[in-house]
């Protein structure tokens, strides 16, 4: 795989993400309505309150799998509560990300809340790629699907940038709990987030193999080391998932990245990447 050149390309898309990221903008409220975890409206967006954010795009992501019925958010629930009922796993995803390089082992069960549960859950501690083993301590909890993805995207993309951009390899990846039973952002009302169907994860730091640890907070920071490497993941993220959000999108993410793969909106056709 020639990833020095995939490096080149991604950090060439970070740069000019960098110079969308001083602009700023703003979500109409029409899109925010049906939008991703944390999002505002003009007034209250933070572009406006001198923070800087691109303005998502109307992009469904291809090749990517989402929700797995096709079902919009607004179409939902009950399709949850039934899949939960019938309590299958997949061998075939759990197969395919075991062979991918997967380490994981999978919940006895789930402490499952009103419209909260995960399809097909699995505790995620390492992937093997060709440039080490990547942990991850905080052995988040994921939907099966949400799982490979996230590992496709560690393999073929963090591993390869963290080693071309930094003197050390990407040893560990530090993250939530993946599964959480709450709504978008911590509210305590409104739409509920993916992170209660172990459809997302977010990400606070990257641990090196030299023992130097990256914070995800340090990503708007141009004067920082770390800035392009984490621009790099950032813009990169968009490819693989339909939900990106980091420092300078809100409040709420000043720390971390978060990823996911809902679908947003009536049509549930646009990723948003900020």
Request: proline share 6%; charged share 20%.
């Amino acid at each position: 795989m020639n990833w020095a050149g995939q490096v080149i390309g991604i950090v060439l898309t970070a740069q000019a993400l960098s110079a969308a990221l001083a602009q700023g903008s703003s979500v109409p409220k029409a899109l925010c309505d049906e939008a991703a975890e944390g999002c505002e409206t003009d007034s209250d967006f933070p572009g406006n309150r001198g923070e800087s954010v691109p303005k998502p795009t109307r992009k469904p992501a291809p090749g990517v799998e989402t929700n797995p019925s096709g079902k919009t958010e607004n179409q939902f629930s009950n399709s949850r509560m039934e899949t939960n009922a019938a309590g299958s796993p997949d061998p075939a995803c759990q197969g395919e990300l075991r062979a991918f390089g997967g380490e994981f082992s999978v919940p006895d069960e789930m402490p499952n809340s009103g419209e909260c549960w995960v399809s097909d859950p699995v505790q995620l501690t390492a992937i093997a790629t060709s440039l080490g083993v990547i942990e991850f301590p905080g052995k988040p909890i994921l939907r099966c699907g949400f799982a490979v993805q996230f590992s496709i995207w560690a393999s073929h993309i963090a591993a390869p940038v963290v080693a071309g951009l930094s003197e050390a390899k990407l040893a560990a990846i530090s993250t939530g709990p993946g599964y959480e039973c709450r709504n978008r952002s911590g509210d305590s009302s409104g739409k509920i987030s993916e992170h209660a169907f172990g459809n997302a994860i977010d990400i606070d730091g990257l641990v090196l193999s030299n023992g130097q640890r990256i914070e995800i907070a340090d990503a708007l920071s141009g004067a920082n080391a770390n800035h392009r490497v984490l621009m790099a993941l950032r813009m990169s993220a968009c490819g693989y998932f339909t939900t990106v959000l980091g420092p300078g999108s809100n409040a709420a993410h000043e720390s971390h990245f978060h990823f996911d793969l809902g679908r947003h909106g009536k049509s549930g056709d646009y990723r948003i990447c900020e």
